[in-house]
């Protein structure tokens, strides 16, 4: 009993899986823009694009969900940050939903909140995800393909 209670009080981070099918073409899109600058041989000109370049996968790699005491905090970059109460949370989709989102990979999961509020995140570990949350709120539903119910 104990070592659940102290499950709960843990603040756990888990940072968004990135994945190839959002960074490759940013990457590929930014090396085609940079491309004649550099034929060109003006150095100077690639300060631009590279800054943006870094900025955007410094984005990418700035997503994380945090669950701390009785919420879930979704924090991307510096000034996003939503913070949902777990026990607010109803249900857990798997989706595929390309639709902006805080989560840089397309293995996304909705996270149903309230009555009609949701969230996309995509976290590295998926299963310790939702398991920490279903911890903290058994009664949220899950709808996962690889999502097994502990009796």
Known sequence: ?????????????????????????????????MVP?????????????????????????????????????VKSFFWFKKVIPIASI??????????SAPAASLQRLEILYDRYNSVVVSPKDRMGFITHLKELSPSIQVKVKKWKEKD
């Open 37 to 73: 600058v550099i034929k060109d041989g003006d150095w100077i000109k690639l300060i631009i694009p590279i800054v943006i370049l870094l900025f955007v996968v410094s984005v990418f790699y700035s997503i994380s969900y945090e669950i701390k005491e009785e919420v879930l905090v």
């Open 90 to 99: 109803t249900g857990i989709v798997e989706t595929y939903n390309p639709i």
């Open 1 to 33: 009993m104990a070592e659940a209670e102290q499950r709960n009080s843990d603040s756990k981070v888990y940072p968004s899986k990135v994945g190839l099918e959002l960074l490759i073409p940013v990457l590929l899109i930014s090396g085609a823009g």
